[in-house]
């Protein structure tokens, strides 16, 4: 069964009248009973009013955080093994019999999901001491 389709569509809006789509990139603004006042659609996959119009990536955060995380993370602290060790180690079993996904109960999603919730805490620490170190110093400390 095949649907069709009428050209102009018709949507009737937020306001009671009907609006026909199109292509065209003017600005509708919708009104609501809820609202004293027109708002105008905006796409929320624009990133030109965060952070000041532009993204950067702090390249020292990234660096850091992975090493911060792979310092420790090497330690032989599991049974003499470390968990990087283990998690690397998890990836070529399971690499073995590559077309077959891994079991549910196998040991590599454990070590998966540790091993990325410590590296996701550690950048997320890195990030914040980076952005706030440098305004924290011993003598605006409140703690001291």
Do not use: C
């Amino acid at each position: 069964m095949a649907a069709t389709f009428v050209s102009p569509l018709t949507v009737v809006g937020l306001g009671g009248t009907a609006t026909a789509l199109s292509s065209s990139p003017k600005k509708t603004p919708l009104s609501s009973g809820f609202l004293r006042y027109g708002v105008s659609a905006r796409n929320p996959l624009r990133l030109a009013g965060a952070s000041g119009g532009r993204f950067t990536w702090d390249l020292n955060v990234i660096g850091f955080g992975l090493i911060g995380w792979l310092a420790p993370s090497s330690i032989p602290a599991i049974d003499g093994k470390s968990l990087t060790g283990l998690f690397f180690e998890s990836i070529g079993t399971e690499l073995a019999h590559f077309p077959t996904p891994p079991a549910l109960t196998s040991q590599f999603w454990l070590w998966l999901v540790l091993w990325h919730l410590g590296l996701f805490i550690t950048l997320t620490l890195d990030k914040l001491g980076s952005k706030e170190g440098p305004r924290i110093t011993l003598n605006s400390s409140p703690y001291l």
